[in-house]
């Protein structure tokens, strides 16, 4: 019986071409070869597919030259004529999720052909494709690679198989809009029960009802006098003293920065640099004020349009780090921002 096959789409660091430094790698097919994590594919296929073809591609030249790099890839993808296509798992890695959610869903639409990916919940992929496609939902590092592969594995040969797919609670994608039914091994009410003792109890437990949680934020009023009022600088972008001195995270940041800029007025070259790894650092790394715009806050206290400018800035990297992280980040910031009587707060990203 032939073997089911496979074209798997990862990005350079899984192609362990590099990282940051060379997302820009264009888009390339490697013939009859698993690379990276299609080596727990293979395996995880058990012998019933094989991996025929890996596409490779930097994450920001997919993204930069999106039309090219999808004709390209759907072109590559079309001479293999796969049974399935698989892409990622992209984790936790925003510009490679979306790369993963928007290759997958152009092989399954414009060529017929079952595609998955995978990544973590918080992924922006992963809201922008989960309803288009098949979406395993991962850890949010490639420490998770084997929990990953052992849901999208099976998941890929049911659709190369053309055999039914299951609830998302059984089969491990994520809720997609779609009901499916399905027998459970205990009736209802006792099922209720167990939830109910563990909630008494203080355990864990898990809903089979979840509420959707909606994370609002009521804006604050406006500042009344700006021409006396503190103003604050807080950046996602990553904008450090060059050297990075407290060696805060290129992706999923665990710890914030806090900088002194007295004085200071223009963030050149030679002093700042950013510690970001989801975006191209060049512009960045040239002219720091671009992300943190220390210089024109300059002008608009010299003109007389804000009353100061704090004398710390504070900056973490918002690439891959997870909600519960930039919210933890966000209290500690903020109960010293009020300490220091702060009035408002410039929050500027990538």
């Known amino acids: ?16 071409v590099g990282g940051e430094e060379k997302a820009d790698y264009p888009a390339e097919l490697r013939i009859g070869e698993a690379v990276g994590p299609g080596l727990a594919f293979t395996a995880g296929f058990k012998e019933e597919a094989e991996i025929i073809a890996t596409i490779v591609c930097g994450d920001s030249y997919f993204n930069e030259n999106l039309e090219k790099a999808k004709k390209d890839i759907l072109a590559m993808v079309k001479e293999q004529a796969p049974d399935v296509f698989i892409a990622g798992p992209a984790f936790n890695a925003g510009r490679y999720g979306v790369a993963c959610g928007t290759i997958a869903a152009a092989v399954q639409e414009e060529l017929g052909i079952p595609a998955v990916s995978g990544m973590y919940v918080e992924n922006p992929g992963a809201d922008m494709f989960k309803n288009q496609i098949y979406m395993v939902s991962t850890k949010n590092s490639a420490a998770g690679m084997r929990d990953a592969v052992s849901k999208m594995a099976p998941l890929a040969l049911k659709l190369a198989k053309g055999e039914s797919v299951g609830a998302s609670a059984e089969e491990g994608y994520m809720p997609n809009g779609t009901r499916v039914n399905f027998f ?44 006396h009022a503190k103003i604050a600088l807080v950046t996602s972008g990553g904008i450090v003293p ?23 007025s223009d963030l050149t070259e030679d002093t ?17 004020d671009r992300v943190l715009p220390v210089d024109v806050l300059r002008d608009l206290e010299k003109e007389g349009v804000i009353g100061e400018l704090h004398n710390l800035f504070y900056t973490t990297v918002g690439n891959g780090t997870s909600v519960a992280s930039a919210k933890a980040f966000a209290a500690e910031i903020a ?6 009587g702060v009035d408002a707060v410039i929050l500027t990203s990538t």
């Open 272 to 288: 700042y640099e950013t510690a970001h790894g989801g975006y191209d650092p060049v512009y960045a790394n040239k002219d720091a």
């Open 184 to 227: 459970e091994k205990k009736r209802g009410s006792e099922r209720a029960v167990q939830m109910l003792l563990k909630k008494l109890a203080g355990k864990a437990f898990e809903t089979e009802y979840p509420m959707p949680n909606f994370d609002r934020v009521e804006p604050s009023a406006p500042v009344k006098d700006l021409a």
């Open 242 to 264: 060059k050297g990075n001195p407290d060696h805060i995270e290129s992706s999923s940041a665990s710890r914030y920065g806090e900088y002194d800029i007295t004085g200071v």
């Open 335 to 340: 109960a010293k921002l009020k300490k220091d």
């Open 1 to 16: 019986m032939a073997k089911i096959k496979v074209v798997h789409y990862i990005n350079q660091f899984f192609a362990q």
